[in-house]
Structures are given as C-alpha cells and as structure tokens.
C-alpha cells in the first residue's frame, strides 16, 4: 500500500531522473549535482533499503556536505539531519544553494561533468581524482567515501542505470 | 663454516629440483591452489575478508561507554575476535591458522585506511585492477555496520581533530599530503613494519610468558610510581592478548581433531601454550602469533624475520633425534611460506597505481652473520632458499644476508642460483654496509649484527626496534617543481598554481647555480619539515587511540619497562623516510648546473629553463636535445669526476642532515632512505616535466636506481649507488640508514641457470658491488622482449614474478606505467657487461 505522499514523491522521483538524464547530454553538466542530489534526497524518502543509509538501527547519519565547482557558478550544501512531522522524527537530506559555514568535508570539482565521472564511474575512486587534479577535499574524507558509495547505488534505480554504463 | 647436519651428502639439493619428483606431493597440490586462486580460476580469487572488521567494531562499540584506558579496550577487541574467529582448515597445508576466514583473504583494518574502499564495495569485485570478490551481504555489513562506527575514529581524522585548530603547520601539512603528490604518510594506514622476536615465545611458551606479565602486574599493584597505573593497564592488556591466542589455538586444536587433522592436534595440543620441542612445532608456534599479530597489526609488511636462525635449535634437535628428512623439512618450510602468503592488502584502485601489485609483503631474512659475528648460514639457511626456488610465489619476500669475510662462497653462489631459478628472489644485503650503518644509528653491535629486512628494503634489528620505516615517503620531484614556481604547486586544474611555501627565492634573483641549490634547499626543507611533523603527529595518534599490546609481548623492551612499543616501549624507535625520484632530482640539478654555466650572460637561464619544463619542452627542443646528451646523469660517468655524482651525495647527504635532526613521536630519530615500491610510476603519471628531460606524465626513477638507460654500463650504475651508500667525510660514512633499493636487470642466460660460468659472473658482480661499498641489490633476470610480450599477452604469463622497488609482484596484477618502467629498465649483459640498447622495442611501448 502505497501512501499518497509516497506515489507523489516517486512521480517527482521520474521527473527528477528524466531531468537528470537530459543534463547528461551538457556539455559542463552544471546542474548536475543539483538535480543527483534531489535524486539523492526523493530515493531515500521512498525506498527503505536505500534509507538504511542514514538510518540504521537507531543509528542516524548526520552530516554536512558542501559543494563547489570551479567557475564559482555551483555552490550547493547537503546537509542529513533529523526532520520531526508531527510526532515522526526521520533522516532527511535537506539540499540548498549555497555554502554553510561549517562541513564535515568540502568537495571542489572541476565541473559537473568530472563529478558525474567521479560518482558514477564503474570503479569510483576518490584518490584518482585526486591524483588528476580533478577534486579537491577538505575535512573529513571518509564523508567523501560514503558519498561516493550512496551515489553509486543511485545506479540501481532504473533510468539511471542505464544512462550509467 | 656452514653449519651441516642434514645436507651432507646433497648440499645442492638436487635430488629435489621438482616438486612432484622430490616427494613433495603436498606443496605441488598446494602451489596448484595457490596459482588457481592468484589467477582467479577458482571463480572468486582473492577475497575481501570482513571478519576481523565486525568483530573487533562489535567490541570496540560495546566498549565505547566504558571508562577503561584505550590500551585495555583494544586488548579486549583482539581477544574478542580471537576467541571468536573462523577456525575453518582450507586445504592440506601442515599447519593450523590463516590470517584471514578465507583462502587468500584481503582483510580490512576500517581504525586505518579499510574504508578507502566504501565508494567501490559494489565494484570491488570486477575492478579492473587487482578484483577482490566482496559479496554484496558483507559490503552491506561494511557500509551500514562497521564503517560508519569508524567515520570519525580513524588514526587520520583523529590527528585532524587534535591539530585543526591548534597546530597550524601539522594542519597544513595533512591538507599537502592529502594532494597525495607531495609526500605521504604511512602512519594513517600502517605502523606495522617491524620483526617481532620469536625467540622468547619458543623457549618458554604462551603460559609462562602470561605468568611473567601477571607478575610483573601484580608488583605494579604494590608500586606507588604515579606511572604504575599505566603500567598496571599495559600487563593486563597483554594479558589479556595472549589468552586471545590460546583462545584461538585451542578451537583450531578442536577443530583439527574433528577433521581428523590428528597430527596438527598433537602439535596445538603443546604449542603454543608450551615451549617448542620439534620443529614442527615451533613453525606453527611462529606462524600462530605472526597471525595473532595481524589481528592487532595492519597486514603490511609485518616480517617475521631472521627464520633459519630463530627455527635453528628445533631443527637441530629433530635432526639430532634422527626425526627429521629433507623432504620433511622442505615440506614445512613450504607450508610456512604458503601460509604467509595467504593474505594480500585491501586497497582502493587508485593505490593500485602507487603500490600496485603489493601482497602483504612479510620479509623473511636468511644468512649473514650471527649475534657473535660469526658466520649464520646454516642447512635451514639452504632449505629456505631452496624452498623459496620450488614455489616461486610473491610472498614471503625473501632476503638473503651476505657477509663476504664470513659467510662462504658456497653460499654466495646459492644465492645467486636462485635469484636465475626465480628471476626475482632473493634481494641482497652487504652485512659489513648494513651493521656499520645500524651502528652509526646508536645500535648496539649485537643488535647490529642480527638484523632483518623489513617491509621492501629497510634494515632493522630483531625484536627491538620499533621503526615505523614507511613514516614518510617524500616526492623529491615536488621541491624541484616549487623551485622553478617560487613555492608553488601544483598546475591545478581548479585554478592557478597555488602558493604552498611562502618562503622562496625567486628565479630572476639568481645569479649562478649554487644559488639555484639554495633555493631548491628552501623547498625541499619545507617539505621535510611538513612530512616529519605530520608523521610525528600520526604517531602520537597511535599511541593514545591504537596501541599495540599484543606486538608489544614479542619485543625486548615494553615487557621490561612496562610501556606499549607505540608509547616508546621498544629499545631503538626510529621512523623511516623514504624519497621517490632521487634519481630524477640528480639529473635536473645537474642539467640546470650544466645549463646555467652554457648560457652565463645570455638571459637568465634559469627562467629559460623554467619555461621550457612548463611547456613540456614544446617548443624549447634545443633546452630538450642539451640536457639529454650534454648534461651529465646520475650512473652515466665517472664516480670521482662527474658533476651529477657530486649532486647525488649533496642530496643524500643533506636528507641525512635534515631528517637526523628531527626526533619522533617516541624520540627517536627519522632515517632517510631511498625506495620506492610503484609509487615512482603512479606519481611520475601526474608529474609535469622536469629538467633532467624526463617528459610530463612519465615515470620517475625506482628506488636510488639511475635513471632508466643512462648507465652504460654495470660498473657505472653499481658503481654510482656503492658511492653513495658509503662515502666519507665531510658527511656521515652511511648516509642511508634506512635502506636502498637498487634494481637491476638482466639479461637472462638461455641455457642453464646452473651454468657455472653465467653463476660465477652473476656472483662476482654482488661481491664487487658490495667490495665497493654497495648496501643491497635487487634483481629482474628478464629481457626486454620478454617483458613486453607479457605485457601484451599476460595469459600467457600468469605467474611471472618480477621486482618492483622493494617487493616481488606478479608483472600480470601491475599497473600500465610500471609495466612500461620494468620493460624499460636498463638491461644489462652479464658478460659483456654493457646495458643492451633498448630502442628497437619503442614503438610498442605506451
């Protein structure tokens, strides 16, 4: 049984991945992590194995992310923090524009593209992209890791799997 | 003299030159399985063992409200995953124990660097480099279980919380070596690197060596020393360590009978409880704890040492007994090494390039001279290196010791028969360069003198020395980079290059090359500075969040004193720190010397060169075609004449100088040494152009090698590397403490690698290498062909072994780059001496 909340954030889910596979087709991808990160943010609403990524046997993830590309044109923060609805207290990942003034890790990319080769590659790999020159870290790199693992498994959602090979 | 009781007749073995005809059936069966699994033809090839994770994370989180000193908690998790681990027997192998629940495991160390691998657990499996098979219910079991109790608890973020805010310098220094292309840091991965001393545990056993450490508590108890308490903790800890391993061994002793593995119960029904009394025993007494250790140690490069010394007086005895055959003795020794290699490192895919095609890399040392200074090479000593000819594995990494005033020429040249047998093992080490340096370092001459390899290269004394030889590894070709940019670095592609030393001299101030040297000076302290501090700081991390009880049980020094080898315990503490692109660093000082005095008064040559090493030198094809064939190279002349030889001992001697001045966590002092594992070819990938001539983007030079094909000869490259592992006043006599690796290559002999002729060559040259003040070579007996043709068809060659910098590696499981640096290494003719001219092969080549 399917609540209506849950039908309408799947609906917005498949417009979310369809905008996502178009981005794909861009040059820079500038609107990329944006649109990944709403992704991000509907799966892990709807779909309960991929939730266990934040919420875990009474164990919560809580953590700050920001992002920066190059040019200065992306600058995004994702934060997975505790939401109370009425009496239900739940993980979410909030995602706005902008810097927050303190993270647990700060990534800086080259542009949208690299971050899509980086989270989405077959074998990512963070010290690769260090190693090119083409990511930047500070803070915590083990945020930076389990990021890159909950991205990854954003493949197994239909549309974006097959955009991801 | 060499010690005979049981090669008396058949000192050359050559009864037992196969595996199946010498009537070792059981090695053949296990090397099979061994080749089935590295080749992947079992299905799953190595696997990512999560066992020791979840258990050791289990405790530990269990623990996390508990008020009891860190060293008592870690105590309880390895006693906890002892007592409770897989006791599952694999194969037929005559020995009980494995370091991993699986064939050949990968185990994961999440408290270090295990969850590296987070973002690749769903691909760790098909990767293209080196695949470790992770079902999807343990990577589920990593990412929602173990991981995220360790996100903030590693070795490396606790450093970061301690030094953010306090420690400006250190803070800088972990953001550079997070760049990766400046230095590394092993101390947010691995301490481990040690020999830990077998000897104690042998003679007395587990029990006797629990009472002592419950005594040595109990007088604690009764102490009113303010330090008593800490040292209360630390007994118990061992303690509680050691009854982990009894743990362990008796449920594998239960185990052994159940399978019906009755002689393998007798021997765990005595050892390692009991004192050894056969060799049989005191093998699985040692591989036991080697296991024991890997439970609280990171697997890299824990060595277990000088093996045909410490298992000597049990061979002995059986011998004496009349209970012991060759084919017995071979057979155990053959087990041992398999067991040893049944576990290889977890890394991410990119650390495949820096240090690709690792296995865990346990040295073993053989031969050399004993406590006394008298000759040690014994009938283990030929057993072993025979041992090691038959299976022809990576692991262990085997060492042979040489002593040419003591140890005989029968010896020699048996060291020699193996490395053509093997094309790869042993390395070799002059004993009279290794002690003197030992002893220029403040050890005692019997420590000196009963020194093993460590890791790749790195001497140390047995089971005293707690000497954390991989602290550093320093890009040397990074300071040449910040010179020629006024402190900055690197061509990020997120921005301009970015000012990492405030401190510079700028080109257009330099008048002549002494003050390009000052400059380079400049930055290269810089960066020594930045790494030492950091590894410092790492290993003040590790004393107060991962200490070492179990380790500490088997060295002379924290039983005594009642203190963890992490806190200082160990007799002798140093830190070791290794430099990648020595070579390459000679021959750009060199080439802007020789540069800077061809265009005096013509325009500043020193941007001139600036320029054309920014631009690749497109466009600057002179500056390119002048400093190939006119600026001298390090290897290329003569050593008493050539100014890159002259370079070569400034930098060597002036590491010396900077990283001797500098004390580490636990007060010793750091050692400069020059090897380099893969890490030339994966960082000289992202490297830009340098002044040598060396091209962006291609490998740097291994280990204190010279440069590929700028020796025209061997007399010329051993030559250049003896030089500079002993030379003299104004600088110190061994200016290399903490090892080299020489790597050479050469052509191999088509007929017989019993030809004596080809052998007595082969020999000679390590006797006059070493006659001339030479620390350690290694080789690769291949030719370019060869090499080539295994990179193109590697089904052809799944088990060819070959030498990185350190390490033996199957050339199959390298990287690209290393591929092409190991094709392209100077080959040299043994008879004519000469290199053999590469070019007929570089069109093939990436």
Not at chain 2, 730 to 755: H, Q, W
């Amino acid at each position: 049984m399917i609540g209506p909340t849950t039908a309408y954030r799947k609906v917005r889910l498949r417009r979310c991945m369809s905008r996502l596979l178009d981005e794909l087709q861009s040059e820079f991808m500038d609107e990329f992590l944006l649109l990944l990160l709403n992704a991000m943010r509907l799966v892990l609403a709807v779909d309960a194995a991929y939730h266990r990524n934040i919420e875990y046997k009474g164990e919560t993830f809580n953590a700050t992310y920001v992002f920066r590309d190059a040019s200065g044109a992306v600058e995004v923060t994702a934060k997975f923090e505790p939401v109370r609805i009425g009496f239900i207290k739940r993980q979410r990942l909030r995602v706005r524009r902008g810097a927050a003034s303190s993270s647990d890790v700060e990534v800086m990319f080259v542009n949208g593209r690299a971050l899509w080769e980086f989270l989405m590659s077959p074998d990512p790999d963070v010290f690769d992209f260090i190693l090119n020159n083409k990511l930047q870290t500070r803070g915590n790199l083990n945020y930076l890791m389990k990021f890159g693992y909950m991205a990854n498994r954003l493949k197994e959602q239909p549309r974006l799997s097959a955009a991801a090979t | 003299m060499v010690q005979r009781v049981l090669l008396t007749d058949d000192a050359d073995l050559s009864a037992f030159d196969d595996l199946a005809a010498g009537g070792l059936d059981r090695l053949q069966r296990l090397k099979n399985r061994y080749l089935e699994i590295v080749e992947r033809k079992n299905g799953r090839g190595v696997e990512v063992c999560i066992e020791r994770a979840r258990l050791i994370t289990d405790s530990m989180r269990d623990a996390e409200a508990s008020d009891e000193p860190m060293i008592l908690r870690r105590a309880r998790a390895i006693n906890h995953y002892l007592s409770n681990r897989d006791v599952t027997f694999h194969d037929e192998n005559l020995l009980a124990g494995a370091t991993t629940s699986k064939e050949m495991g990968a185990p994961v160390y999440p408290e270090l660097l295990g969850m590296s691998i987070w973002p690749e657990l769903d691909s760790i499996s098909e990767r293209t480099s080196n695949p470790q098979y992770l079902s999807r219910e343990n990577a589920n079991t990593l990412n929602l279980d173990v991981f995220p109790y360790w996100m903030e608890r590693t070795v490396l973020e606790q450093t970061r919380k301690r030094v953010e805010h306090e420690d400006p310098e250190t803070f800088l220094a972990l953001e550079l070596m997070e760049r990766v292309s400046f230095f590394i840091n092993g101390g947010g991965a691995t301490v481990s690197h040690v020999v830990p001393w077998f000897a104690d545990v042998l003679e007395k056993g587990l029990l006797r060596m629990i009472d002592e450490a419950a005594a040595r508590q109990a007088a604690c108890a009764s102490d009113s020393n303010p330090l008593s308490d800490r040292k209360d903790a630390f007994y118990q800890a061992t303690v509680l360590s050691m009854h982990g391993i009894l743990n362990y061994a008796s449920r594998l002793r239960d185990e052994a009978h159940q399978r019906g593995f009755h002689e393998i119960a007798e021997v765990l029904s005595r050892v390692p409880a009991h004192p050894a009394q056969t060799f049989h025993e005191a093998i699985q007494t040692v591989w036991l704890c080697h296991v024991a250790i890997l439970a609280e140690n990171v697997n890299m490069a824990m060595s277990p040492g000088r093996l045909d010394q410490v298992l000597w007086p049990y061979f002995l005895a059986d011998c004496e007994r009349g209970e012991l055959s060759i084919e017995r003795a071979l057979e155990l020794i053959g087990c041992l090494w398999f067991k040893i290699a049944d576990n290889t490192n977890l890394v991410p895919e990119s650390a495949e390039k820096m240090f690709g095609g690792a296995g865990s890399v346990p040295a073993v040392t053989v031969g050399g001279v004993d406590r006394n200074g008298e000759d040690a090479v014994n009938d283990l000593t030929f057993l072993m290196l025979h041992a090691t000819e038959l299976l022809c594995i990576r692991d262990p990494n085997v060492n042979a010791r040489i002593h040419l005033g003591k140890n005989p020429d029968e010896y020699v040249d048996r060291v020699a028969r193996t490395i053509l047998t093997t094309r790869a093992i042993p390395a070799v080490y002059n004993d009279e360069v290794v002690i003197a340096s030992l002893q220029e370092q403040g050890v005692d001459l019997e420590d000196a003198r009963d020194y093993a390899i460590v890791g790749c290269v790195e001497p140390t004394t047995s089971g005293s020395s707690y000497a954390e030889t991989s602290a550093v590894l320093l890009n040397l070709t990074a300071a040449m980079d910040m010179t020629l940019n006024e402190g900055k670095r690197p061509p990020f592609k997120l921005g301009d290059r970015e000012q990492i030393n405030p401190d510079f001299i700028s080109l257009t101030d330099l008048d002549a090359f002494p003050d390009f040297l000052q400059a380079f000076d400049l930055q290269l302290t810089f960066l020594v500075d930045h790494a030492v501090d950091l590894a410092t700081a790492l290993g003040e991390t590790h004393r107060d969040v991962l200490p070492v009880p179990l380790l500490s049980c088997f060295f002379v020094g924290p039983m005594e004193k009642g203190i963890d080898l992490s806190a200082g315990g160990a007799k002798y503490n140093s830190s070791g720190a290794t430099h990648v692109g020595f070579a390459d660093v000679c021959d750009s000082l060199a080439a802007v010397q020789a540069f800077s005095e061809q265009h005096a008064g013509n325009g500043n040559p020193f941007e001139m060169m600036r320029d054309a090493v920014d631009a690749d030198f497109i466009g600057h094809e002179s500056i390119l075609e002048f400093v190939r064939t006119r600026a001298p190279k390090f290897g290329g002349g003569s050593v008493d004449r050539d100014p890159a030889q002259a370079i070569a001992a400034w930098l060597v001697d002036r590491l010396y100088e900077l990283y001797q001045s500098k004390r580490n966590a636990r007060g010793g002092p750091y050692r400069p040494a020059y090897w380099t594992m893969t890490n030339h070819a994966g960082l000289g990938q992202i490297g830009g152009a340098l002044p040598s001539g060396r091209r962006a983007k291609q490998v740097f030079s291994s280990g204190i090698t010279p440069a590929s094909q700028v020796a025209p000869d061997l007399l010329a490259a051993y030559l250049a590397v003896a030089k500079l592992c002993r030379h003299g006043p104004p600088g110190p006599e061994y200016p290399v403490p903490g090892g080299i690796a020489l790597n050479m290559k050469y052509t191999p002999f088509v007929r017989s690698c019993r030809d004596s002729e080809y052998l007595s060559r082969f020999s000679d040259l390590i006797r006059g290498y070493f006659l001339a003040g030479g620390m350690q070579v290694q080789y690769t007996v291949q030719d370019y062909g060869t090499l080539l043709d295994a990179k193109l068809n590697p089904e052809r060659y799944p088990d060819l072994i070959v030498r990185v910098s350190g390490y033996s590696a199957f050339f199959k499981d390298l990287n690209e780059a290393m591929q092409d640096e190991l094709i392209t290494r100077s080959q040299y003719d043994l008879h004519s001496g000469k290199a053999v001219l590469l070019r007929q092969y570089k069109g093939e080549l990436t």
